[in-house]
């Protein structure tokens, strides 16, 4: 599975509504008979039942659960029901007794729609045939369908210029004009989520620690003492303020299988004695972050956020799919820590675009930092955190906290590192990653 870029990331988007079905032009030519139109799927079940049932046109339900059958005027429908009973009830059943109906309904052949139909089912095969033969994926056809509902084959283009050129195309394959409609369908892009391998990396995406055994998300991309590479909280590392320089932990996007290696860890500031100010148990640092540097040190600096398509406060689930328009927020500046009450949000691998207000903005926190490890001298005290009341779950641990600008940009404020058991997030600002690391990241 190669990793998929994140400017072609997204869902089946409907750019428009236009459409053409012109039935004042009669088309001249034929279109040339295949010797067996090929079918799949519904397609391919409905083409049988033609084949035995000579006009049949399809079956389909109305929004109210109502089956329609339907059926050219020279057909004999009460051969076909009976043909089609089995295969009907089960689907009316299906329909009607799912979750969320007031009461089940029972099946009754006589409750059926018979529709007038002018063209058989096999002849809009044929014609879906021919028309994919020729203009499939040619002047932007994107999509081609046997619409039961119309009783017309459907084309979909991707933008409103393409629509005169392959109306021409199709009044040349001589399709009677009432028997196909083109429509803007827009472009058609795959679903991407945080937790799809992405290339180039940015922030938000979920990446795997397998010194700890867990998922983590990408804060953001930076240079950093020479090299480029991604922060990240360093309790997603082995152990806090260490770096094995011989076997640095490796970070994989988004699991662990080996081409989706991108990078190891490589700073991480130790923590030292607290001062006796705040206690004289543990040691100390400002900050629960970490920088991983990228295996590839020939790509550029990214300075992007992974956008999900919804904005959702009480937190969205795995997958969390990326906005196929404007698939990243831009970094545009940081500031050193926000003030109570400030709204900042977040994008995390786990539970998405969520926000909140930040509830304080200097609490010192005692935290694990080796959760296989629990012993006292694992102890680190966190100086000066800042909290808010974001949505956030584990697995969401490095994620970018940042002001939203409204205008696609973001200025970043810090690092999602923790949530209480009460369920308020924790999250390392600009000033306390300054303290730990002496400077400030170059993030764009």
């Known amino acids: 599975m190669k990793p998929k870029q994140l400017l072609l990331l997204g869902a089946l988007a409907l750019a428009g509504c236009g459409q053409v079905s012109d039935s004042t032009e009669q088309p001249t030519g034929a279109v040339r008979a295949l010797a067996k139109p090929v079918a799949f799927g519904a397609d391919q079940y409905f083409s049988e039942v033609a084949a035995l049932h000579p006009g049949f046109a399809g079956a389909y339900f109305k929004r109210d659960g109502t089956l329609v059958v339907r059926m050219k005027k020279s057909g004999d429908s009460k051969a076909l029901l009976s043909y089609l009973e089995p295969f009907l009830k089960t689907r009316f059943e299906r329909w009607h007794n799912r979750a969320g109906l007031k009461a089940a309904k029972a099946f009754s052949l006589s409750e059926v729609v018979v529709q007038d139909s002018s063209y058989a089912f096999d002849d809009l095969l044929t014609w879906s045939n021919a028309i994919s033969q020729r203009m499939f994926g040619k002047t932007g056809v994107n999509s081609i369908d046997i619409r039961e509902t119309e009783n017309k084959v459907v084309i979909g283009v991707d933008k409103e210029q393409n629509i005169n050129p392959n109306l021409q195309k199709l009044r040349q394959l001589g399709i009677p004009n009432d028997a196909f409609r083109l429509v803007v369908q827009g ?19 979920k990446i795997y620690s397998p010194a700890i055994f867990e998922d983590c998300t990408i804060s953001f991309n930076s240079y950093w003492k020479g090299m480029i590479g991604f922060w990240t909280s360093d309790h997603c590392t082995y152990s806090t303020g260490v770096v094995d320089k011989e076997t640095p932990d490796p970070f994989f996007q988004p699991t662990w299988v080996n081409e989706y290696r991108i990078g190891a860890e490589a700073d991480d500031q130790a923590a030292v004695m607290c001062p006796t100010t705040i206690t004289n148990s543990y040691k100390c640092r400002n900050s629960d972050a970490a920088f991983i540097a990228y ?61 909140g207000y930040v509830t304080s ?84």
């Open 187 to 205: 472009e058609i892009r795959n679903h991407s989520t945080l937790s799809d391998p992405i290339r180039p990396e940015v922030g938000g995406l």
């Open 295 to 355: 295996d590839d040190q020939s790509k550029p600096l990214i300075p992007e956020i992974a956008r999900p398509s919804v904005y959702t406060p009480g937190g969205d689930d795995e997958p969390v799919y990326i906005d196929p328009y404007t698939p990243a927020f831009t970094i545009t500046g940081i500031t050193l820590f926000a003030m109570e009450g400030d709204f900042v949000e977040k994008v995390g691998k786990k539970t998405g675009w969520t926000g």
């Open 361 to 444: 903005n200097c609490s010192n926190f005692i935290t694990v930092s080796d959760p296989r490890a629990r012993r006292a001298e694992y102890y680190v005290n966190r100086i000066c955190q800042e909290t808010a009341d974001y949505e956030s779950r584990p697995g969401d641990s490095g994620s970018p906290v940042f002001y939203n600008n409204g205008d696609g940009t973001i200025t970043l404020v810090g690092i999602h590192a923790a949530s209480s058991s009460l369920g308020e997030a924790i999250f390392s600002d600009f000033y306390g990653i300054q303290e730990d690391y002496g400077a400030l990241p170059i993030v764009y």
